[in-house]
C-alpha cells in the first residue's frame, strides 16, 4: 500500500471533528485550538478547559501523544490542555509557533 501524504485541508478537518466529538464528553471545553505544522506530519491541538488546573507561572505545559490515522494513513496526535487563564499565553511548545498561527476549531 502506497503511504500518500496528507493535506493540511484533511488534517484540519479532522481537527474539527476531534473537537467536536471531545466537546460532546466534555461540558466544561471552551475552546480548542488546531496548530497546523509545515509537514502536516501532525495534529496538534490545545483545548482550554473551565476548571483545569494549571499555574500560571507554568513554564510550558505538557502535550500528550497518541498514534492516530486519518484515511487509514498513520499520523500523531499531540493533545495539550490549558485553563482560560493561560488561552494565548506563550505556554505552548516553541515549535508549534505561537497563538497567532493557530486555527480556533471551536468555541
Known sequence: MEIQMLTREEIEVEAKSLAQDYVQSEPSLKAVYWFPDQSNS???IIDVVEGYFAADTIDKIDVFIF???????????LIGT???SLENKPVIPNEWGDWNKAVKVYG
Open 42 to 44: 501532525e495534529i496538534r
Open 67 to 77: 498514534n492516530h490515522a486519518i484515511k487509514d494513513q498513520p499520523i500523531k496526535l
Open 82 to 84: 490549558v485553563p482560560p
